[in-house]
């Protein structure tokens, strides 16, 4: 039985995103995933980037089978682990890099904090943190889509929602890091690079 479960805008994104993270982490090193879900991102990103080591995380545990079974046959992923961002220390030491893909806006405020915090701890200086989703700029959403997506989010939690860049920048840089670039994706999205 295969267990992999398949997202559709991971299979749409994980290219674009690649290209991305392509230029931001480091040429070796170990690369933190945060919230890896299904596992499609970090099985495409180890498979593209074979002198990285992937750590792929999940606080979902029950999603660690489809995070193996995407995984399977590739050297440089080592077992997922269970993370909640909100539960310092983390499980994890050190990282030279992080990936945070789609979390930021499926979450309460209070683990985006916990992100910026945990990953100034684990990250060594010049250490990259990469995050991916849509975002509102100066308090406004970048489209139709996005504020309908923002209620839709905000109906099911109202902790969730599409976070202000402004704002999450703000937060890293309270915790250590800045924003080193803000890349426009497709589908409305960002791909924001904060580095310690």
């Known amino acids: 039985m295969d267990e992999r479960e398949t997202a559709p805008s991971a299979e749409r994104n994980k290219g674009p995103i690649l290209d991305v993270v392509r230029r931001a982490l480091p040429a070796r090193g170990l ?47 080592k077992p997922a682990i269970e993370l909640d961002v909100m539960r310092h220390p983390w499980p994890i030491d050190a990282a030279d890099a992080i990936i945070c893909i789609n979390v930021i806006h499926i979450s309460p405020w209070a683990a985006t904090l916990a992100l910026m915090q945990g990953a100034a701890a684990i990250l060594p200086a010049g250490g ?29 939690n109202s902790e969730w929602g599409v976070r202000d860049m402004e704002e999450v920048e703000a937060a890293a840089n309270r915790a250590g890091l800045r924003l080193e670039d803000a890349v426009p994706m497709p589908a409305n999205n960002f791909t924001l690079i904060l580095r310690r």
């Open 31 to 77: 690369v933190l995933e945060i919230g890896s879900g299904s596992g499609q991102h970090v099985a495409h990103f180890a498979a593209a980037l074979p002198l990285l080591e992937f750590q792929p995380s999940e606080l979902d545990t029950a999603r660690q089978a489809s995070i193996r079974a995407w995984t399977r046959g590739l050297r440089n992923v």
């Open 128 to 156: 990259v943190l990469v995050t991916y989703g849509p975002y509102r700029r100066d308090g406004r959403h970048t489209a139709p889509s996005n504020e309908e997506f923002d209620a839709s989010l905000r109906s099911r």
